[in-house]
């Protein structure tokens, strides 16, 4: 048992799955939480050799999960190594993120590779801040119709034998793939994949409703970043993101920086789809905390203006979307005043839900005994006061 990560956190307001415990404790022990307590119960009860710490009535709730993050803080899972992936990792606890999927893009065979297998090697070594939980794998199986900031010089139809490199060069570790279900072998993909129990997630794509319905009969069950790259909806062809708000199934991501989705369309999504099925992510670059400027993204320039990125068309003017460089606790305060839900209505979206989807929810999302003590504490205006994982402070 790691006797640093041991210890009290007495007073302070806890979110729990059963509601929000407005005085209480929670109890660490070797980095996993021990219990959840009243403080005046505590108070009667509490062991002397084990230290305190005073929450000092912050909020204190579980840490934020990202199932779709490149980089941030100058660095990106791409082409970092594993001292620059560490420093993503710092970059987002700060933000209150305590796990991640490193998010790839479509790129060739052998820079996908390198990537994958560098990845797999952080996550052995361990770092500090936020908790390399698996690898998401956007593309390259996507449809160039619907690239957006994907490279369309790299995306290509799915090939069973490139996929089995990857899976075992990832020794299992991925757990979520975007793809294009309606291309050249897309469905086999998708069967290869929820074979082995990864989540899939349409995305990238120009799938019409019927071709959504036929991958989700298959296991298909995420969309990724609702409304962006996909065929949008008609009313004569819903098409995905029609059947991404219609069927129960799925699960949606959303970017809520108030670019890539209209606070409006935020509203709308929030009032009609299922709340468990709502998860928030970043699409997080590396110029996240850095300074307006040009950028390199997949090695294509890209123009960060105000803290939105657009790749550089060809004649100098601005393009797609490239990505976003928005962080989770900024996410948090935008649905809350977007929708005028609660803090405890819109937690789930960026800890229980993405943990479930990851396929990590036994150990993350949520304050409850025998999960990694993984938790932000929260001032009243949702700012980020601490974040800590595994019951150390990042």
């Known amino acids: 048992m790691n006797s640093q990560a041991t210890f009290d956190l007495a007073d302070v307001r806890l979110y729990t799955p059963s509601g929000v415990l407005e005085r209480g404790v929670l109890q660490v022990r070797g980095g996993r939480i021990a219990a959840v307590v009243p403080l005046q119960e505590w108070e009667r009860n509490r062991d002397a050799s084990v230290p305190v710490r005073d929450g000092e009535r912050a909020r204190a709730v579980p840490g934020f999960v990202d199932v779709h993050v490149h980089g941030g803080g100058g660095y990106d899972f791409m082409t970092g190594n594993a001292g620059s992936?560490?420093?993503?990792?710092?970059?987002?606890?700060?933000?209150?993120?305590?796990?991640?999927?490193?998010?790839?893009?479509?790129a060739e065979h052998g820079a996908l590779k390198r990537a994958v297998g560098m990845i797999v090697r952080?996550?052995?070594?361990?770092?500090?801040?936020?908790?390399?939980?698996?690898?998401?794998?956007?593309?390259?199986?996507?449809?160039?119709?619907?690239?957006?900031a994907q490279s369309p010089a790299h995306i290509r139809p799915a090939d069973l034998d490139e996929i089995r490199e990857y899976w075992e060069l990832s020794e299992g570790c991925v757990r979520l793939v975007t793809l294009a279900p309606e291309r050249e072998k897309g469905m086999e993909a998708l069967r290869f994949f929820r074979e082995r129990g990864v989540t899939?997630?349409?995305?990238?794509?120009?799938?019409?409703?019927?071709?959504?319905?036929?991958?989700?009969?298959?296991?298909?069950?995420?969309?990724?970043?609702?409304?962006?790259?996909m065929r949008p909806f008609h009313h004569r062809e819903p098409g995905l993101a029609g059947a991404a708000l219609m069927l129960p199934e799925?699960?949606?991501e959303m970017i809520c920086d108030g670019v890539h989705i209209h606070p409006d369309a935020v509203r709308y999504v929030w009032q009609t789809k299922p709340r468990e099925r709502i998860v928030l992510i970043t699409d997080c670059m590396s110029p996240a905390g850095g300074p307006d400027g040009t950028y390199m993204f997949g090695g294509s320039p890209a123009v960060m203006r105000d803290g939105i990125l657009h790749l550089v068309n060809p004649d100098g003017t601005e393009g797609s979307l490239a990505g976003s460089t928005l962080t989770l606790d900024r996410a948090l305060r935008n649905v809350m005043r977007w929708t005028g839900a609660s803090l405890e209505d819109v937690l789930p979206a960026l800890t229980i839900q993405?943990?479930?989807?990851?396929?990590?929810?036994?150990r993350k999302g949520s304050l409850e005994p025998g999960k990694d003590a993984d938790f932000v504490l929260l001032d009243d205006g949702c700012e980020v006061l601490q974040t800590w994982v595994k019951g150390v402070r990042t």
């Open 200 to 229: 899939v997630s349409i995305g990238h794509s120009d799938a019409t409703l019927a071709e959504t319905r036929t991958a989700v009969s298959e296991g298909a069950s995420h969309i990724t970043h609702l409304f962006n790259g």
């Open 122 to 148: 952080e996550m052995k070594r361990g770092n500090r801040g936020a908790e390399v939980a698996g690898i998401h794998l956007e593309g390259p199986y996507l449809n160039p119709v619907r690239a957006g």
């Open 85 to 106: 992936l560490e420093e993503i990792c710092l970059f987002h606890a700060s933000k209150g993120t305590t796990s991640l999927l490193a998010t790839t893009v479509t």
């Open 250 to 252: 799925l699960t949606v």
């Open 354 to 362: 993405p943990a479930r989807q990851a396929g990590i929810a036994d």
